[in-house]
């Protein structure tokens, strides 16, 4: 299967993960705008999201990818099944223990992650009772983790890919369906998020059951421990947990800094996040996803090599895409937020307070995306120690820089932070590739970036004229023409930036190249 092909299929469905993601969010901005309902709801999915991030797509993913990729290279079809069943059921009972000690702790853990929403009772009170309702996804949206690993490792992406397209359905359903309905609309979202995480195991059973590894939970769980294969993922977890447990902290803290400067800052946040995990999600995450299991073979081979031209190709395409896209988040912000969100109880304050946390996470994207390509770099050498390493100083310069930009930018000083942050963390892992040397460029990339620093350049002068030279918040009564607009804007500037390429010579037919 050709590798750039399998980058277009997870790109794919990622887009359309996105595109209903963005549809979703407009729906919540439009029926609550950016207020202590939407404060409430956004920090109490926070919990859940951070324990999924935990257990599930980030230390467990690292942790159980790499090995299930070696058991299914190197032992064979019936001793990887037996993995997967033994891992399900640590997994499952694990987190099921883990669901009830945070329902039964919730107004705890919600003090804990945002501690000002205390002074607005009825924003807190909210908040715990919607962390009660969500804190069973984790069970669910762990198990589709697994499902997805698995899927990755036997090159069976589609179903991982789509499956978040139906945690959004959830969404929309709930708000426009439900939410009207009851007494308080914005538990309609939470109901919503439980929903999703069951439609999101159940969609990649059929895939699961053309490989036959349907995993099969089992009620021994001394026994499901003893496994070797799960021993090992389990140890690997511990330093990968702690890993993952770092780059959670600062958003936890972050969100706690947050609720503390003010009503809506949670969510003028938490939008621009939502617009700015749309590149990360459909490059940085979709080239981790079919890099990883490609990494782990190569590992596995012993073929260095083909390990180094990998990585290779993955820096080179996410530099190629990841620019534009960071230079749309920086100039284009106000645009983008105006015309996604800018409607019912949506304000033109808040369009602007979004824009700031946008431009401020466009500085670096980059580096938000690099992360996702460099680190499993290391992951697939089943080394977790040096990203953990890594990510305590970054951790601790986030926070520093904190300290230093909160006070000049408030909300926004956070997520300029963390995109430098970003920077730091891909710059390190990058040399810690080169120092190892896993990691050797191929020849040409001083010629790539003379290319790319050209093109990025007229883009951004394009961009910044098309931005100041029209009322974007002023055609909220246009909505249909500002979004024409906008599309037809996005389609200009890119074509404007592919084709300045071209001129230059730049070669695409490199990144067919790749195979898995």
């Not at 190197?74 to 009972?93: E, I, N």
């Not at 939410?179 to 159940?202: D, F, N, S």
């Not at 940085?284 to 031209?309: F, Q, R, W």
């Not at 601790?396 to 909300?411: A, E, G």
């Amino acid at each position: 299967m050709n590798l750039f092909r399998a980058l277009l299929t997870v790109s794919g469905f990622t887009l359309l993960s996105r595109v209903t993601g963005l549809i979703r969010e407009t729906l919540i901005a439009r029926a609550f705008g950016a207020s202590l309902y939407t404060d409430a709801f956004y920090v109490a999915f926070r919990i859940p999201n951070l324990l999924r991030r935990l257990s599930a797509e980030g230390a467990f993913a690292q942790a159980f990818v790499p090995i299930l990729a070696e058991f299914k290279n190197s032992k064979g079809h019936d001793p990887t099944k037996a993995l997967v069943d033994a891992m399900s059921t640590v997994l499952t009972w694990g987190l099921v223990v883990v669901s009830l000690a945070g329902m039964a702790g919730a107004s705890w853990v919600v003090f804990a992650v945002a501690s000002g929403l205390e002074r607005e009772g009825t924003a807190y009170g909210l908040a715990v009772q919607m962390t009660r309702i969500m804190f069973p996804y984790i069970v669910f949206i762990s198990m589709t983790t697994l499902a997805s690993g698995v899927l990755n490792t036997y090159k069976q992406f589609s179903l991982p890919a789509f499956a978040p397209v139906l945690l959004n359905v959830a969404f929309i359903f709930a708000a426009v369906f439900v939410a009207p309905y009851l007494k308080v609309p914005v538990y309609a979202l939470a109901y919503a998020v439980i929903a999703g995480g069951i439609l999101q195991l159940l969609v990649q059973l059929p895939g699961l059951k053309k490989i036959d590894v349907v995993p099969r939970i089992g009620l021994n769980f001394r026994r499901a421990l003893a496994h070797p294969g799960v021993k090992r993922v389990l140890l690997k977890m511990v330093p990968a947990t702690f890993a993952v447990s770092v780059g959670q902290l600062n958003l936890i803290i972050n969100t706690n800094i947050a609720s503390n400067i003010g009503p809506g800052a949670v969510s003028w946040i938490n939008y621009a996040d939502r617009l700015m995990e749309f590149p990360t999600a459909l490059l940085g995450a979709a080239l981790g996803t079919i890099l990883l299991p490609s990494l782990s073979k190569a590992h596995v081979d012993a073929n260095n090599e083909e390990y180094s031209a990998l990585l290779d190709w993955g820096l080179r395409i996410t530099f190629l895409l990841a620019a534009p896209s960071a230079i749309a988040l920086f100039f284009f912000s106000e645009p983008l937020t105006a015309t996604l969100f800018h409607y019912g109880k949506f304000d033109n304050y808040s369009v602007v307070m979004v824009g700031r946390a946008l431009s401020a996470y466009g500085i670096g994207l980059i580096g938000l995306i690099l992360i996702k390509i460099l680190a499993p770099g290391f992951y697939a050498k089943q080394d977790i120690k040096t990203p953990v390493k890594i990510a305590v100083f970054v951790l601790v310069m986030t926070q520093v820089s904190n300290y230093i930009f909160v006070p000049i930018f408030s909300y926004a000083g956070l997520t300029l932070s963390i995109g430098l942050g970003a920077l730091a963390n891909a710059l390190l892992l990058f040399a810690g590739l080169r120092r190892r040397k896993i990691y050797r460029p191929s020849p040409g990339w001083l010629r790539f970036c003379v290319q790319l620093i050209g093109a990025c350049l007229i883009l951004a002068g394009t961009m910044h004229w098309v931005a100041i030279n029209f009322a974007w918040i002023g055609m909220r009564t246009a909505p249909l023409l500002r979004i024409a607009l906008l599309g037809a804007s996005l389609v200009v500037c890119a074509a404007l930036y592919f084709g300045i390429l071209s001129a230059m010579g730049f070669k695409y037919a490199y990144f067919k190249r790749r195979t898995l």
